[in-house]
């Protein structure tokens, strides 16, 4: 990290983070935000999804840098569960390709548009008018 950071005055924010142990050296080291992401661990069977880490990760942090999630998020009510849990942010991965592919950059706006417009309304359907209204109390796990 010292050499990355003397190489850059960009943030770092370090991808792939699943464990609460490797949350907090990645902090100790500073970085500046950390993604919680399987970082293709979907070929691992029984590896942790990136949501069920994300909460033990944001523990370990404690707000001391912002956490992302960027795995699996597919839809606005992807978005407001993460959010719900604590994630300051989510990345689209594979949707936004998908867009690309099908109406170059003008499908990359729709789903983008998409993903918004699901979130809003996740939002509006479970009783909520803003995003700080969200914390894990507003899920509850089938």
Wanted: aromatic content about 4%; glycine content about 12%.
């Amino acid at each position: 990290m010292a050499w990355l950071r003397a190489q850059t005055r960009l943030p770092l924010l370090l991808k792939g983070v699943l464990h609460p142990d490797d949350a907090r050296r990645a902090v100790d080291e500073g970085v500046d935000g950390l993604v919680v992401s399987t970082h293709g661990g979907r070929q691992v069977d029984r590896s942790i999804g990136a949501l069920d880490a994300l909460p033990d990760v944001l523990t370990a942090v404690d707000d001391a840098v912002p956490v992302l999630l960027d795995s699996g998020v597919r839809s606005g009510a992807d978005v407001f569960v993460a959010t719900a849990l604590g994630a300051r942010a989510c990345l689209l991965g594979r949707s936004y390709v998908y867009g690309l592919g099908l109406a170059g950059e003008g499908g990359v706006r729709q789903v983008v548009e998409d993903v918004v417009g699901e979130f809003d309304l996740t939002l509006g359907l479970t009783g909520h008018t803003a995003v700080d209204q969200l914390s894990p109390d507003v899920l509850r796990r089938a």
